[in-house]
C-alpha cells in the first residue's frame, strides 16, 4: 500500500475535496512547552501560544481538513484534556457529530505535587454524517472482564448472559415461552422470534433464572466472543513511556492507538492522512493495515524521523 510523505505546512496540502475516509490530526496541543527527545537535542518542536493566536490556526486546519475528509469519513483530533476547550469550540463549529473518546495513557502521575495528575487525553471523533463508515472494534478480554462476565457455568463450560428480553422502555415480540413447567412473559416483550427461542431451548443454550421473577436469558460461551466491544473509554493501550515501544519523538503516539483508530473507521484499501504525522506512527500502523496513506510535517527532523522508520530513502 502507498505511503506519500510531504514536508510543508498542513494548510497547504494539495488533494481534491472529499479525498481521504480518515484523518488523524494531532496538533501541537498549546501546552506553552517545547519538546525535545532531550536538553541536547534538535528532535522537536515549540508549542507556545497566545490563545487567540491557538484558536485561529486550529480553526484554519479544520476548515481545510473538512473540505479533505469524505463524506462518510471520520476526523480524530487528538488533544490532552487539560486543553481540549480551544478545540472542541473550533470542531463544533465545523462538525455536526464531535463525540469524545477518553484515553487513559497512564497509570499514575508520581511528580505533581500541586495539581491533579493528568491521565486521559481526548480524542475528539468527527463526522459529518450520522451514520459514517464504522467497525465495531473489540478491545482484548482481561482477566477482571472474564471473571465478572463469564461467571456461569454448566457442562460445556463458563458462559455469559445475553439479553433476549426487550428492555422496559421498548416493545418487544408478544409470546408465551414455557420452559422446566414454568411459563415466560415478559411486559416489554421479546428481542428474538418464538422459533428462535425454541432452537435455543432445544439446544440448550436458554440459562433458567433462579430467582422467581428473573429473566431468561441466552449463553454466551467464552469461546464465542469476541471481545469487549470497545466503549469511549480507553484504558488497555499505554502511552511510548509506560509501554515497551522504543521513543523516536518527543510526543510519540502508541501504534496500537492508530491501529485502532483506523480499524473502526476505514477498510483495506482506503486512504488516510495526517497533516501533523511526528515520528508518522499513523503510517506504520497504515501499512501493517493495508490502507493508503499521506504524511505531511512542518518539521524537516521529523520527516527525517518518518523515513528511518518506515525505512524510505531520505
Ligand atoms: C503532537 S506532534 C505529532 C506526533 C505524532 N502523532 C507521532 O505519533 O509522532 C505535532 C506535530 O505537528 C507538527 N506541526 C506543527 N505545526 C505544523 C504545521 N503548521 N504543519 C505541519 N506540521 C506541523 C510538529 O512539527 C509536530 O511534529
Known amino acids: 500500500m502507498s505511503i506519500e510523505i510531504h514536508n510543508g505546512n498542513s494548510i497547504e496540502l494539495d ?49 481545510k481538513l473538512h473540505k479533505l475528509l469524505k463524506k462518510e469519513g471520520t476526523l480524530f483530533f487528538h488533544i490532552s484534556s487539560s486543553c481540549m476547550f480551544i478545540p472542541e469550540k473550533v470542531l463544533r463549529k465545523h462538525f455536526k457529530f464531535v463525540e469524545p473518546i477518553f484515553w487513559k495513557k497512564c497509570r499514575s502521575k508520581n511528580n505533581v505535587k500541586n495539581k491533579l495528575g493528568s491521565v486521559v487525553d481526548i480524542i475528539f471523533k468527527c463526522n459529518k454524517i450520522a451514520k459514517p463508515k464504522f467497525n465495531l472494534v473489540y478491545q482484548e478480554k482481561d482477566e477482571k472482564y472474564l471473571k465478572n462476565s463469564f461467571n456461569n457455568v454448566d457442562e460445556r463450560g463458563k458462559y455469559s448472559l445475553g439479553h433476549i428480553v426487550t428492555e422496559k422502555t421498548k416493545s418487544g415480540y408478544k409470546y408465551e415461552i414455557t420452559i422446566n413447567n414454568k411459563t415466560f412473559n415478559p411486559e416489554s416483550g421479546w428481542r428474538i422470534k418464538k422459533e428462535e427461542v425454541e432452537r435455543l431451548i432445544s439446544e440448550d443454550r436458554i440459562h433458567i433464572p433462579s430467582k422467581p421473577n428473573g429473566n431468561l436469558y441466552k449463553k454466551i460461551y467464552i469461546s464465542e466472543n469476541p471481545g469487549k466491544p ?85
Open 230 to 314: 470497545c466503549t469511549d473509554l480507553w484504558d488497555d493501550i499505554h502511552s511510548i513511556g509506560q509501554g515497551s515501544e522504543e521513543r523516536r519523538y518527543p510526543t510519540e503516539k502508541p501504534i496500537k492507538l492508530l491501529e485502532r483508530l483506523i480499524l473502526i473507521s476505514t477498510d483495506e484499501g482506503d486512504t488516510v492522512l495526517d497533516p501533523m504525522c511526528g515520528s508518522g506512527t499513523t503510517g506504520e500502523a497504515c501499512r501493517k493495515l493495508n490502507r493508503k496513506c499521506v504524511l505531511n510535517d512542518a518539521n524537516l527532523d521529523a520527516i527525517n524521523v518518518v523515513k528511518k522508520r518506515l525505512a524510505i530513502g531520505c
Open 15 to 63: 488533494y481534491q475535496n472529499d479525498f481521504f475516509t480518515m484523518i488523524y490530526f494531532d496538533p501541537p496541543f498549546n501546552s506553552n512547552r517545547s519538546y525535545k527527545m532531550s536538553v541536547d537535542s534538535d528532535v522537536g518542536f515549540d508549542d507556545k501560544w497566545e490563545d487567540d493566536d491557538y484558536e485561529e490556526f486550529i480553526d484554519k486546519n479544520i476548515t
